[in-house]
Each structure stands twice: as structure tokens, then as C-alpha cells.
């Protein structure tokens, strides 16, 4: 046992290297110290909770500890850097979990010993609950849809929306109710843990899988809210700091991403984006209009004779796993005397800063990353624009149509570019559901196949040109 | 008691502005590992698990308290796990040409 004073001054310590190390991940030169003073932080907090409460067993405690850490450990080696939106997904689900079994439990021990709670850690046990279960669930159906388990299309129904609020709604009463009734029962418990489970369900299913990562980014958000509630719960003070700290950055990120998109958090949530038909079904079709398609071979001359080359990679690139190859090709163009740079939009990959994530994992250096404003400029002056697996970002009618559901979202302006080679699977339509000008332009060739084909192609026929 | 929840409340608020600071200046590079870190503190949930898990509160506790502790756990360390590996990627010097 330690001094209580003790135990909250390292609490506090605790909570100072969440703080410090959530600023020292703001650079590349400090972020991997930052996260690993973030992690000592955690440490803290979890040896003073051993050390101090009133822990009568330790067994049962420790095969926890150690079960878990296993698990986590694994997951993090396993996992693939393209499957990491999935990952961060399943990670938030489980600690939205971890909060909903820490409240349930907490409430079934004051009803079944019948101790009457206060009304504050009864009514916040009630939130975490709620938070906790949306959680879990929400993120459990964005880990299936990014993982393809589901439909990555929106699936929703009429009333879906008024069916939600009812949930709600519902839920909030029978909290209310359990929360104000003396009475020792459990229905409305186990009633507010189910509809809170089937809720988290239902809020995330209309959303389409290219708004999964604003998704992630607010179940992050509730994650960090629901870990508070736990502090208020328990009266500890560096849950509520680090669950406060979690909640507002999920929020934030989450507007940073709209705003990449140019929409708004209710249009993401509520929009259905991406269903094809309603909104999408005011884009112009593209029938008619004809693509140039070309062979690898010229396509590999064009690329080998050209100066300056940007590439545009996007979610495609990532699904081929082809960021290796695409590094390859670069440096054969380099070798050649062409400049390769990257152009990144906000929101490429699946998540912001999957991109350079991936490309960092192939090696390419981040001095040849560019963002969105600092490239723009520099297409007139390009050769070639490579766009590879990228759709939506490089869509002309972002700038020009009103009518199209992307009006108005900053694009890469790859058509200004002297020239643009696009590697696509086929000639589907992006994430948005929508044509793109930019493969029925004059200036366009297009060179089918996935990714990883095309690009192995492409590296063969530059190494054959003389 | 209502004291502690003003306490608790005022924290929570100054905590959320900080948070607020904090992540507006890191870059969209770090954008990917910032969720992934941020997730992890998120997993902060352990301390109330293994109270509940180790309180010696009757099986039923004991039990949703381990639950809550694997999982937590996961999150934790998962979390800072795949975060380390991908910074370390940005750390990486740039080969020589």
C-alpha cells in the first residue's frame, strides 16, 4: 500500500506522458520517443493500480495482463500495413468492450450486494454502458467492412435514421429509469447493454466504406469518452485526463477528414454516401465517350523518356501491395535522369497518412512526399502524371461540375499535367460511385490490369529500352 | 461526492481543449500512427479492469473483470505496438543513393 497522495502524484505522472507524448508525436524526428514515453505513461498508471487498490488476487489479474499483452503483441506483428484502418478499428472496438464489461460489472456488484450507488458513479456507469457497447459494436462492423467481410457499400433502409433516434431515445429512458428506481433490478440493465450493442450496429451501417476512416476516427473519439466515464466511475483522475485527451483528438481528426473530403460530419454520418443512385445519380455519365488504352511497352517509353514524373498513388496501390514496385520504377526513371515525386492527397489510402505510412514502409524517402497544396502547383511542369489506383482525387469534376456529389473536394490536379498514364483494374467507378473526366481526357492513356501486374510490366519495359 | 464529479467535470474539460491543441499541430503524416497512439491511450480502461478484476468482489466480477483486462490489454499493447513499428519507419534514413 501507498500513501494515497503518493498514488495521485503518479497518476499524474502518468497522465504527463500521455500529454508530452501525444506532442512529441507531432514530428517524425521525436514521434517514436514520444509514443514509447506515451507507453511508459500506461506502464505508470498500471504498476501504482497493482501496487495500491485494494487487489485481493493477483492470479486472475496477471493471466489477464499477460493474455492480453500476448494478443496485442501478436496482432501488431502480424497485421499488414495496408490492413491498418482495420486494425485500429478492432484495437478501439476492444477498449470500447473493455469499458462496457468495467461499468456492467461495477453495476452488477452494487445490485447484487445491494449497496446503493451514488447517483453521479450510477448515472456515468449508465454512460459507459452506452458508449462503451456503441463502441464496440460500431467498430466491430467498420473492421468487417474495410475487411471485406461486409459490404463496403452503404446499407440502409427506410426509417433507418427515425428507427436510430427511437433506439436512443429508448435507451436514455430505461437509463434514467434504472438510474432513479431504488429497486434491485437488472432488466433495464441488461435491456440498456443490448439496445446500445444493436445501436452501435445500426449507426455505422449506412455509412459507405470510403467514410469508414472518419468512422474509426469517432468511435476513436467515444472510446476516449467511455474510458472518462470509467474514470468518473472508479473516482480516477488519469482516466478522465487521457480518456478527455483521446476524445477530443478523434474529433478532430475526424473534422480534418471531412474537410479533405468537403463534407460535413452529418452529411458522412447520415449521407449514405456512395450507394450510387440519389445524389450520385446527378454526376453525368460517360457514355459516349471513348478511352485511349495503351500497352505497357509504350506507356514504359513515355515514362522513360520523361523528365519530371508524379506519381499519384492511391488505395489501389495499397490493396496491390504494390508500393515496392512503384519505388522500383522510380528509381529507374531516376536513374535515367527523370525527376519522380509523390503527390498525397489528405485522405489517400484509407486513412490520412496511410499513404506515407506505406511508402515509408517501401522505403521511398519523405523528402520526395509531397502534400496536396505543395504540388499543385508543379503538374503544368510535369511530364508524365502517374495516377495509380487513384480515382476520386484526381476527378476534374471536383473543380468543374456542380452537379457532381465531389463538387467542391480539393483534387490533385493531375489533368494539368503534359501528359497522364492511369494504372487501373478497370474502368469501375471510385469509392464516390461516380465517372471520372479525367480517363476520357485527350491527354489520357489508360493501362488496365491491377496494379502489381501493370507496374512489374512497367519496370520490365523501361530496363528493355535502350 | 458532488464535489469530486465538479472536479472530475473541470478536468475532463481542460483535458479536452489540450487534447484539442495537441492534435492541431501534428502534420497529415503522422496522422496514421497519431490514431493508432491515441488508440492506445484509450486503453487507459486497464486501471478500472484490473480494480474490478482483483477487488474480490464474487465471481462475477472476477470474471467480467478479467475479460475487461484481456481486452483492455489488447488495445494497450497492440496499440503502442503497431504504432512503434510504424514510426520506425519514418525514422528510417533515407538509403544513400
Known amino acids: ?466 | 461526492m458532488a464535489e469530486a464529479l465538479i472536479a472530475g467535470i473541470v478536468i475532463f474539460t481542460l483535458a479536452t481543449f489540450l487534447g484539442v491543441e495537441l492534435i492541431n499541430r501534428v502534420p497529415t503524416t503522422l496522422h496514421t500512427p497519431l490514431m493508432s497512439g491515441a488508440n492506445a491511450i484509450s486503453g487507459i480502461t486497464v486501471v478500472g479492469a484490473i480494480i474490478v478484476a482483483g477487488g474480490g468482489h464474487g465471481w462475477i466480477s472476477t470474471v467480467l473483470g478479467f475479460l475487461a483486462v484481456v481486452l483492455a490489454m489488447m488495445n494497450v499493447v497492440g496499440g503502442y505496438a503497431v504504432t512503434d513499428r510504424m514510426l520506425q519507419m519514418f525514422r528510417r534514413k533515407p538509403e544513400a543513393p
Not at chain 1, 446499407?155 to 429512458?173: D, E, H, R
Open chain 1, 1 to 466: 500500500m501507498m500513501s494515497a497522495a503518493l498514488v495521485e502524484v503518479l497518476y499524474l505522472v502518468a497522465a504527463v506522458c500521455f500529454i508530452i507524448g501525444l506532442k512529441r508525436l507531432g514530428s517524425p524526428a521525436t514521434a517514436v520517443n514520444g509514443n514509447r514515453l506515451s507507453g511508459a505513461g500506461m506502464l505508470i498508471a498500471i504498476v501504482v493500480t497493482l501496487v495500491d487498490r485494494s487487489i485481493v488476487s493477483y492470479t486472475v489479474i496477471a493471466a489477464g495482463l499477460v493474455v492480453g499483452s500476448a494478443l496485442g503483441l501478436w496482432m501488431a506483428k502480424a497485421v499488414r500495413m495496408t490492413a491498418m484502418p482495420q486494425m485500429v478499428a478492432l484495437l478501439n472496438g476492444f477498449g470500447g468492450a473493455s469499458s462496457l464489461l468495467v461499468g456492467g460489472a461495477e453495476f452488477l456488484r452494487s445490485e447484487l450486494t445491494g449497496q446503493q450507488l451514488a447517483l453521479d458513479t450510477s448515472i456515468t456507469i449508465q454512460l459507459s454502458l452506452l458508449i462503451g457497447a456503441v463502441t464496440l459494436t460500431g467498430s466491430l462492423v467498420a473492421y468487417a467492412k474495410l475487411q471485406e467481410l461486409l459490404s463496403g457499400r452503404p446499407i440502409t433502409f427506410p426509417g433507418l435514421q427515425a428507427l436510430n433516434a427511437a433506439l436512443f431515445l429508448t435507451i436514455a429512458g430505461l437509463s434514467v429509469y434504472q438510474v432513479l428506481t431504488p429497486d434491485s433490478i437488472l432488466w433495464p440493465f441488461y435491456a440498456v447493454c443490448a439496445l446500445s450493442l444493436v445501436l452501435g450496429v445500426l449507426l455505422v451501417i449506412p455509412i459507405g466504406g470510403a467514410d469508414m476512416p472518419v468512422v474509426i476516427s469517432l468511435l476513436n473519439s467515444y472510446s476516449g469518452i467511455a474510458a472518462a466515464m470509467t474514470g468518473f466511475v472508479i473516482r480516477n483522475d488519469v482516466l478522465i485526463i487521457s480518456g478527455a485527451l483521446v476524445g477530443s483528438s478523434g474529433i478532430i481528426l475526424s473534422q480534418i477528414m471531412c474537410k479533405a473530403m468537403n463534407r460535413s460530419l452529418t452529411n458522412v454520418l447520415f449521407g449514405a454516401f456512395g450507394g450510387g443512385g440519389g445524389a450520385a445519380g446527378t454526376a453525368r455519365s460517360a457514355e459516349g465517350l471513348t478511352v485511349r488504352q495503351v500497352t505497357a511497352d509504350d506507356a514504359a517509353v513515355q515514362l522513360a523518356y520523361a523528365r519530371s514524373v508524379i506519381v499519384i498513388p492511391g488505395y489501389g496501390l495499397a490493396v496491390a501491395q504494390a508500393q515496392h514496385l512503384v519505388r522500383e520504377l522510380a528509381d529507374l526513371i531516376e536513374k535515367r535522369g527523370g525527376e519522380v515525386r509523390y503527390a498525397i492527397h489528405p485522405v489517400a489510402g484509407r486513412m490520412p497518412g496511410h499513404m506515407n505510412v506505406l511508402l515509408a514502409e517501401a522505403n521511398v524517402p519523405y523528402d520526395k512526399l509531397f502534400d496536396m497544396d505543395a504540388i499543385n502547383g508543379e503538374f503544368e511542369r510535369a511530364d508524365v502524371a502517374l495516377v495509380i489506383g487513384a480515382n476520386d482525387v484526381v476527378n476534374p469534376a471536383a473543380r468543374t461540375d456542380p452537379g457532381s456529389p465531389i463538387y467542391g473536394m480539393p483534387i490533385l490536379n493531375a489533368d494539368h499535367a503534359r501528359s497522364i498514364i492511369v494504372l487501373k483494374r478497370g474502368m469501375g467507378s471510385g469509392f464516390a460511385g461516380i465517372e471520372n473526366d479525367l480517363f476520357y481526357d485527350p491527354k489520357t492513356a489508360m493501362l488496365f490490369g491491377d496494379a502489381k501486374g501493370s507496374l512489374t510490366a512497367l519496370v520490365s519495359e523501361i530496363k528493355a529500352v535502350a
